[in-house]
């Protein structure tokens, strides 16, 4: 008897991130400013890998999102209980996010990474125009969801399905023949997810292999105490501030939690996107951490949407920043208003990588700060926006696991078994099949 050598997921997207980022740092340094390997290499090959990879996560996010919120809808038929699962979902994450805030705000006054000298620099940024937080609340209700649809909006597709789902379950015989055939088309598409997860480790490979190869490290010199200071309070969320609440609320082991949403968090790093991981996320939600797919089908997609407590941190610790670099005191109002208008920001974020400085755009001008200062912070964004969306993930995850367990539908048992998702039809059982099997 031999053990059996196959990696599982985790373990390729590892060694496919590390081989990435050797792959990278060593034509970078063997070939500085070779043109061939910047067209060829950089913006050919790992360019087309990369982009095929991310394509391929985002092609299913749509349907995704439409399908399992009208699955999970349809099949809460009491009002009364769509409306308490809505309002826990959206209280949690609004608490999370002020949370997220008001620690990034308080570190970065105790730190004070900026320094007044950089303002001398010559700063540009064109800022992309904002929403209003007025025209983000009209945009909610979709005026063609098609439209929605082809546009990704997804707090509009949100709406339409919640709003599809509720009239399913209330036609009768007719609505569960259609729910049937909705349960139908998500097993499909958790079924081609199946399919996609094989290409992971390649797609992975090309990303990082790629952000090695693009991103200066020069870049971190004016602003690595900023940067350092961002990664800090994320990793104090993330690691801190969730498993605190998920055992607060639930009982339930922050390790085991963590231990298992490894594949979701190197996903959401790999591709800086909450949108583009929503599939990962969900089957590690229902398979691996016991969330009532009626729950999570209900809250993942939600979260994806509007749970951006990564952003905020950036966005609070950005804010004080800029305002020490211009030399611009912050009085309480001010620091409140950052709270409120990011808090209520992160619902129009959408899930997509670099979206986080359009919205810092709209803080920055709700206080009265120079969005030039932005230019400051672009270069180490795309590194932080990864660990960033790791978090993020990581939020939509315990806020599922919290909200399942407190409307009973919640399996204590798949939990807490570590084999839990790698025996049945999902993706698990491939990907992870030779941690656990001998031959």
Known sequence: MTPNLKMGLTSKILLGMLLGVIFGLLLRNIFPDSLFIKDYITEGFLHVVGTIFINSL???????????????????????????????????????????????????????????????????????????????????????????????????????????????????????????????????????????????????????????????????????KYFFLVFFVLLIHG??????????????????????MRDVQLFAFS???????????????????????KIASFTLPLGATINMDGTAIMQGVATVFIAQVFGIELTITDYAMVVVTATLASIGTAGVPGVGLIMLAMVLNQVGLPVEGIALIIGVDRLLDMVRTAVNVTGDSVATVIIAKSENEFNEEIFNNTQAGKTTGSFKKQVHAGESEQS
């Open 271 to 293: 591709t800086a996107s909450s949108n583009a991981t929503l599939p990962v996320t969900i089957e590690t939600a229902e398979h691996r951490l016991g969330a009532d797919n």
């Open 239 to 260: 690691f801190v501030v969730y498993p605190v609440l998920l055992k607060l609320f639930t009982g339930l082991s922050p390790f085991t939690f963590i231990r298992k």
């Open 58 to 224: 985002k092609m299913l996010v749509v349907p995704l999102v439409f399908v399992s919120l009208v699955c999970g809808t349809c099949s809460l038929s009491e009002p009364s209980k769509l409306g308490r699962l809505g309002g826990k979902t959206l209280a949690f994450y609004l608490f999370t996010t002020a949370i997220a805030l008001i620690v990034a705000i308080t570190m970065a006054i105790l730190v004070h990474p900026g320094n007044a000298s950089l303002a001398a620099e010559n700063l540009t940024f064109n800022a992309t125009a904002a929403p209003s937080l007025s025209s983000i609340l009209i945009n909610i209700v979709p005026t063609n969801p098609l439209h929605a649809m082809s546009e990704g909006n997804m707090l509009q597709i949100i709406i339409f399905a919640v709003i599809f789902g509720f009239a399913i379950a209330h036609i009768g015989e007719r609505g569960k023949r259609i729910a049937a055939l909705f349960n139908d088309l998500n097993e499909v598409i958790m079924r081609v997810v199946t399919l996609i997860m094989q290409l992971a480790p390649y797609g992975v490979f090309a990303l990082m292999a790629k952000l090695a190869l693009t991103l200066g490290l020069e870049t971190f010199g004016s602003v690595v």
